[in-house]
C-alpha cells in the first residue's frame, strides 16, 4: 500500500521564526490533506491540496503531485501553531479512507 | 462551520462495562468515519459508514462495533470494554467528495 511519510519528526522553534513541513507519499494519490492537532486532541484540516498552491494566513502548502511530495510553510510561528501536523493521502480507493503520516510535532517557544 | 460533536471529552469505565461512544454531525455530509489516537501509532482507523445502515471495516476493528440508523449520528460500541482500549477516539465526518474530513473533540476514554 502507500506510504506516507513526514519530515522532521520533531521541530522546536522561536516565536516569529519561519519553518517547512514535508510530506512524502510513494505512489499516485487523488488528493493530500494537511492537518493541525492541537494540544487537547483537536483536528483541524488545514489544506485539501490535491496539486498546486494554497494559501491562508501566515500558512500555505504546495502539492507536487508528479514528484509525490507536499510541503506546509508557516511563516512569523506563534505558539498557537504549537501541536501536531499530520498530511493524509485519499489513494482513490472506493472506501474513502485516509492514509496518515505519523506527523511532525512542532513546539513554538515565546 | 461543520460541526462534529461527540458526545463525551473524559470517560472512565470499568473492564467488561459496554460503552457507547456517539458522534453527531450537522453538515448532511454521506460518510463517517471513527479512528482512535495512541501516542507512536498516529491515527488507526476503526469503522467507517458511506450512507445509513452502511459500515465498512477499518485497520482495527476487532472489540468494536457501529451503529448509523440516521445519517447525522454514528455510534461506536465496546460490547466488552478492555484496558487496550484505553485511547483518545476521534470522530469525522466527510461529503463522498471531495472527501475533506472534519473532526470532533476527541474522546479519552479509560477503562480501568
Known amino acids: 500500500g502507500i506510504q506516507v511519510e513526514q519530515s522532521p519528526p520533531d521541530l522546536i522553534l522561536q516565536e516569529g521564526a519561519n519553518s517547512t513541513l514535508r510530506c512524502n507519499f510513494s505512489d499516485s494519490v487523488n488528493n493530500l490533506q494537511w492537518f493541525h492537532q492541537n494540544p487537547w486532541g483537536q483536528l483541524i484540516n488545514l489544506f485539501y491540496i490535491p496539486s498546486g498552491t494554497k494559501q491562508n494566513g501566515r500558512l500555505s502548502a504546495t502539492t507536487v503531485a508528479t514528484e509525490r511530495y507536499s510541503l506546509l510553510y508557516i511563516s512569523s510561528s506563534q505558539t498557537t501553531d504549537s501541536g501536531v501536523y499530520f498530511c493524509a493521502v485519499d489513494p482513490g480507493r472506493s472506501n474513502y479512507q485516509l492514509i496518515w503520516g505519523a506527523g511532525t510535532k512542532l513546539i513554538i517557544k515565546p | 462551520d461543520v460541526k462534529v460533536t461527540q458526545s463525551s471529552r473524559y470517560l472512565v469505565k470499568r473492564t467488561g462495562e459496554k460503552v457507547f461512544l456517539e458522534c453527531v454531525q450537522d453538515m448532511d455530509h454521506e460518510n463517517m468515519f471513527w479512528y482512535r489516537q495512541d501516542p507512536g501509532l498516529g491515527l488507526r482507523l476503526i469503522y467507517f459508514s458511506y450512507d445509513v445502515k452502511m459500515k465498512e471495516k477499518g485497520d482495527i476493528p476487532e472489540g468494536y462495533s457501529v451503529s448509523r440508523e440516521k445519517k447525522e449520528r454514528f455510534s461506536l460500541i465496546l460490547e466488552s470494554a478492555s484496558t487496550n482500549q484505553t485511547s483518545m477516539y476521534l470522530c469525522?465526518?466527510?461529503?463522498?467528495?471531495?472527501?475533506?474530513?472534519?473532526f470532533g473533540a476527541g474522546t479519552r476514554l479509560s477503562v480501568l
Open positions: 469525522a465526518s466527510s461529503l463522498k467528495y471531495p472527501n475533506i474530513q472534519y
